[in-house]
Antibody
């Protein structure tokens, strides 16, 4: 079964850091671009950043550039999101998503990040 | 980059058809045939229902169809059913090699 499972969410103070992980299973992880998409409480989906299948190409939304970093380990089928200098407005459910056909075809269940003092 | 523009809400009766629009620019929707649509029920992760403007992934009902004209894409749901009540989001690949979503449309089946 194709599956993405996120972990690492939690409560952090403004200015703090958090690292999210995503474990992939059931497909050729090394053959797909991977994305993080977030959804603030009661709000819509927002694309955050992505990484190419080989890890050499990374694209960011302007809102997280310089603060968030994405990485992957194709030997362990894992995706990571390092979030630094967190702001209250980064509070959201963060989804790990597989890229396919220039779309986002497989979604994890999400992990919740709360930035609050 | 601003979000793609979708109506906040649409509604229809069971059996009817509805269309949700999604407007962007020549740098996203108008420039590429890489528009996708997602359905999200409350408390659940989004589900991928359309890619490449009008293609349905395996297992998605043929009641869902997509199209595009210029900078505007559309999702049509025919034969509305109660289970179609959900939030719908459009998305497009962009010229910056990024992706962008619409603000979402809440579909009510009356």
């Amino acid at each position: 079964e194709v599956q993405l499972v996120e972990s690492g969410g939690g409560v952090v103070q403004p200015g703090g850091s958090l690292r999210l992980s995503c474990a992939a299973a059931g497909f050729d992880f090394s053959g797909h671009w991977m994305h993080w998409v977030r959804q603030a409480p009661g709000k819509g989906l927002v694309w955050v950043l992505c990484i190419s299948s080989d890890g050499n190409n990374i694209k960011y939304a302007d809102s997280v550039k310089g603060r968030f970093t994405i990485s992957r380990d194709n030997t362990k089928n894992t995706l990571s999101l390092q979030m630094n200098s967190l702001r209250v407005e980064d509070t959201a459910v963060y989804y790990c998503v597989r890229g396919q056909y220039h779309a986002l075809d497989v979604w994890g269940q999400g992990t919740t990040v709360t930035v609050s003092s | 980059q601003s979000a793609l523009t979708q109506p906040a809400s649409v509604s229809g009766s069971p059996g009817q058809s509805i269309t949700i629009s999604c407007t962007g620019t020549s740098s996203d929707i108008g420039g590429y045939n890489h528009v996708s649509w997602y359905q999200q029920h409350p408390g659940q992760a989004p589900k991928f229902i359309i890619y490449g403007v009008s293609n349905r992934p395996s297992g998605v009902s043929n009641r869902f169809s997509g199209s595009k004209s210029g900078n505007t894409a559309s999702l049509t749901i025919s034969g509305l059913q109660a289970e179609d009540e959900a939030d719908y989001y459009c998305s497009s690949y962009t010229s910056s090699v990024t992706w962008i979503f619409g603000g979402g449309t809440k579909l009510a089946v009356l």
